[in-house]
């Protein structure tokens, strides 16, 4: 009997279903079937990204294509034309080949009649010349007497012209020194007036940034307060501190809240209000920063376009905690794009030393650097690290802050959505400047990445400078950028993001 119920009790407890087990089962099903179905969902997501970026990979190349074949055909056609010029000119100086000849032919008939009857002209000359010889001797005479006369008179009138003359120059070197000082006197109060309204103009911007870019340099490019670089220890500190700093410049995303811990992270190695013996390690760890944020605009900006938002609202944020910092940056950008930074003037290929006041040509890696190039660099890894740093710049001008509580920040005048009016006004008025390969490039990346924000500002007025952006793009003579496989890529992405900003 113990055994019977023994094997009952275990019978029951085979035979038993527990409700969490039965639980736990169903719901690790229900897991797998929904990631499953989650899996399909992405794998789809991706299937449809890839399709469409090969749609538009392969629009750009038949773009391109296009453009190849209407230039190979105006070629064609300029060469045919110049064949026809060539064979009409050889036609023509064969013709006046044949006629030189025959010309030379009667030419010398003709010319041995005329030498016998100059001989015999010649022979009756002789006998007349004698007879003119003495009269000729007399009035010689009495020409000479004359000539010493005229001469004499002549010096008198030459000297007192020259001491008139003299005496005017003077007069107007007088009075264009004095036009010069009010003139100079006039620019330095317009100067004045305009940074302190904070309508800085292109000249204004470029000189300021580039008085910073001249000099020895520390260990980085210096402001115009440029002081030496740290001293150990605190050149010690400043690598320290620096090696803190970059590497979280590459960790940034467009979340708000990992850019405010990412900005708290810069922000603490770097004193807000240095003393005295610290201002040197101020200027090198701000001018640290502003290095390490160009170095991610020319390369993570370049590749993603997305990067160039969060990078923004960094380096805006740094330059309200730290206003030292604006001229930093501007400095540094135009170290490394040149006078693109700007926009609307040609860079000075001529040196004044400001002490000697003496004036030289820049050598070939200086020309360089004013238009932002370096040496060897293929035409379109410049326009696109020059592109990189512009997207940047745009979007510092019109950047949003939520989230940040930076509270009530004062940017300088380069660093203000009117910038961007500026910058495109005056690049598409400037001739020179759109002629170059970066041009098209430029008004593109500012469309691109500001464009609808400066027509919700701007309104009816942005949509002049559009206008005027979609006529000059689509230009077949007097192309802007030239004539260059790059630039015309840009032109036909102008085109079509003015399109894409007044249809949205």
Known sequence: KEVEETLVSIRSRIRHTDPYDAWERQTRKDAFHVARAHHSQTLATLRSAVVSRHNATEHSILAAREAERVDLARRVAELEGKRQLEERRLRDAWREREKRLWDRVESSIKGEEDRYRARLEAEKKAREAEERAKLAEEQRRRDEEAKKRKEAEALRLKAEEERKKKEEEERIAQEQKIAQEQATAEQQEGQKMRSTLGCLEARDLWLSGLKAVKGPKAPDPPPANYQPPPAPPLKKIWSAQRRKITPKV???????????????AIIAPIPSVPGADQQNLHHALLSSVSKAVLSQAE???????????PLA???VALIATYPLLGE???????????????GGIEPTLIEVDDTTGERHELDAKGKLRRWGMREEEPTDAYVSRVAGVLRLYFEMLFVEMDGLNLGNMQLQPQFRPARLWAYLAQLINH?????????????????????????????????????VIYEGTGKEKETWGGPEVVAQASRARCQLEVEKILSA
């Open 250 to 264: 590459g960790q940034l995303t467009d979340d708000p809240r990992e850019i405010a811990r990412i900005l708290k």
């Open 299 to 309: 390369t993570e900006v370049t590749a993603h376009k997305a990067a160039a938002r």
């Open 313 to 315: 609202r960094v380096i």
């Open 328 to 342: 930093i940056f501007w400095a540094r950008m135009i170290g490394s794009i040149g006078v693109w930074a700007v």
């Open 431 to 467: 001739e020179g400047m759109l002629k170059r390969v970066v041009a098209p490039e430029a008004i593109y990346v500012a469309l691109d990445s500001v464009g609808s924000k400066a027509l919700t500002i701007w309104g009816a007025q942005f949509v002049k400078i559009l206008r």
